[in-house]
């Protein structure tokens, strides 16, 4: 059962569908978070600059791989690069299969603080309502939180039931509009809060001498989860991209929006943040506090229409969950289509139905089931959802990408990557040689790097 190939209706679609992909939760959940854990400033310009030394040239190269080969992880890298690279593609697959599973739980928690906010915006946000309190009970009410990621988990076997152009791209191309203009209105309304100027200055004022030395990893680490690169999600959109469009012009605007999209989180959480006195010295300890349980509380109290607002934002977070979810699990269903000649219908309801499972697992891992939330494989993770986030970014995702970028740097011709990247279409600003020289030897370097810190000194950056 040999179909055509499917393709992107357009290159807007596609760089919405791949930029979908890339603003997560990594950027509205994760990187406010390691910010503010890695005191601001110096971390955010190191952060930028993995983002353009390493995030930047990676995704070219992924996407290249993808359009020259017109077959998804497993089948593109193993021609493009080798027979034995069939396995990093794999390695992409499972690593698909375990982010989406334990994604999906927090996804779902934004559905249920959408349901929440749109309650207090209308009856009021209760007095002397602990938001700590109603986070750990939710968390450890396993009926609830199944049912939650179960929602989740059915509107994205949904839109990848319906293919690239069906399904994919159509979502992508009425919900990142939304999400932009949500975005800048909380963007607005932040910065004109009494916080901003201090939130800007803690993000844009770089004070080298408050950075950790384990700060360098995880900023590099998160550049690969942010960006979705490393398991080969960008090969498989980059594979339904027809020739003659420029590779390069679209992995510099989904770069570029990605990083953006961060910069703004960041800056409207802390705007919140540094507007109540003493709230710095509250915030969580954890990335789920600050979005679950100071962020609500701070919508009724101190944001300026606050009670619009709240809803949107959870709204905002679960749009921008769905379109990364929707492209993880896309990997693993191209998979199934490409590799067993499956047909799409099939291998999504599959691929959705066994991800599922591991879901309830993370899903139980806050408590509601003791074996699953206890048990410690990397030292201060427990449970299965730590465990498995732990694993998917300190060790997926960088072994992914460094053995992607050495196939890349050093396996592929000068030629074959030639070609793809420079036609009549790429832009100015492109530099054939500067690209090959951070494949072959910063990026590499850069990312071996992390996988020796992790395996030697156990920096940890999850
Ligand atoms: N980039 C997503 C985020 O920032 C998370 C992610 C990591 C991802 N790898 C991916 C999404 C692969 C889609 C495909 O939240």
Redesign the pocket.
Known sequence: MNQPREHWGSNMGFILAATG???????LW?FPFITWQNNGGAFVLLYLMCIAAVGLPIMMAELLIGRKTQKSAVGALKEAIGPLWGWVGAWGVMA?FI?LSY?SVVAGWSLFYFVKTVGWSVGGFPAGLQTGDLFAEIVGNGGLQSLLSALFMAATVGIVYFGIHGGIERVARIFLPVLFAILLLLLVSALSMDGAGAALTFIFRPNFSELEPGSVLEALGHSF????LG?G?MITYGSYVARGRSIVSAAGTIVLLDTLIALFATIIMFSVIFSVPGMDEQVNKSAAGMLFISLPQLFYEVVPFGAILGPLFYVLVAL??LT?TI??LE?VVSYFIDEHKMARPKATLLSGGSIFVFTILSALSFGSVPGLSNFEIFEGKPGVFATLDHFASNWA?PLGGLLITLGAGWFMTRQATETELVDETTPRWFNYGAWRFFMRFVAPVAVAAILVAVIFFGVDFS
């Open positions: 992909s890339a603003i997560g939760l990594g950027n994760k698909g982010i994604y989860f942010t960006l979705s398991m999600a921008a969950a990364s492209s993880l990997v995702l």
